[in-house]
């Protein structure tokens, strides 16, 4: 579903997700007066497609398109190849490279094996899955544009070392990846507390932006109190540890 947050902010939930209904991811894209900015490409050839489909409806002329990859995780990644196909400069944290490069079909292999899909199964639902190295490895804090083209991407690891968030401030919109969860309790399993620790941290930091909507990964647009909800979680799971 496509959720236009302000004139030029959309966000796009319900995308496939190879866990099967009713998890979902999301995506979204802003496009400033000279650039499309997709965030995220989706699990599938398709889910990109729509996201290109979608961008280039409401915006059909621009010098330039950019994919912010929020991590390296498939649900986000698998689609980036109709993003350079479209032309887009893929930007990804540096900690995201090993995932990416190199890539002969050995992620999709362990996704199918990881969800049980046949090989058929996996040409039918992902598609042709072609990783590469982004264009630009974001190390630090990064601002592209200024004025109503403004946005900030933030370097916010926890739920991974490669995640990256994207603000808009404009309108107020956070694109927080999985840095934040809305339809259930945060996924830790890539860490331990150390790095919730640091993801905690970022969730708080997160909080003082004069953020409207927070889009997560996963789950539905949500206020910015899911951002507080998360750190809670968080905290909680460290005190039981």
Do not use: C
Request: no cysteine; aromatic share 6%; charged share 20%.
């Amino acid at each position: 579903m496509v959720h236009a947050l302000a004139p030029q902010v959309l966000a796009v939930t319900g995308l496939y997700h190879a866990a099967g209904e009713p998890f979902t991811v999301n995506a979204g894209m802003v496009l400033t007066s000279t650039t499309i900015v997709w965030i995220d490409a989706g699990m599938t050839r398709a889910s990109a497609a729509f996201l290109a489909k979608t961008a280039h409806s409401r915006k059909t002329v621009q010098d330039k398109a950019l994919l912010v990859l929020t991590h390296h995780h498939s649900d986000h990644v698998f689609g980036m190849r109709i993003m350079k196909e479209h032309g887009a400069t893929v930007l990804a944290h540096r900690e995201a490279r090993p995932f990416l490069e190199g890539d002969t079909g050995n992620y999709r292999a362990f996704i199918a094996d990881q969800y049980g899909m046949p090989p058929q199964e996996a040409d039918q639902l992902l598609g042709d899955v072609q990783l590469s190295v982004p264009d630009v490895l974001i190390e630090e804090d990064t601002t592209l544009g200024s004025g109503d083209d403004e946005i900030q991407i933030l370097v916010t690891p926890g739920h991974v070392s490669s995640e990256l968030v994207v603000f808009h401030p404009p309108s107020g919109t956070l694109f927080a990846g999985d840095a934040a969860y809305a339809d259930g309790p945060p996924a830790t399993r890539f860490g331990g507390p150390a790095e919730w620790r640091e993801w905690i941290g970022h969730l708080r930091r997160l909080q003082r932006l004069a953020i409207r909507h927070v889009v997560p990964g996963h789950g539905p647009i949500s206020p910015k109190t899911v951002l507080e909800d998360n750190a809670r979680q968080l905290e909680a799971l460290i005190a039981a540890g």
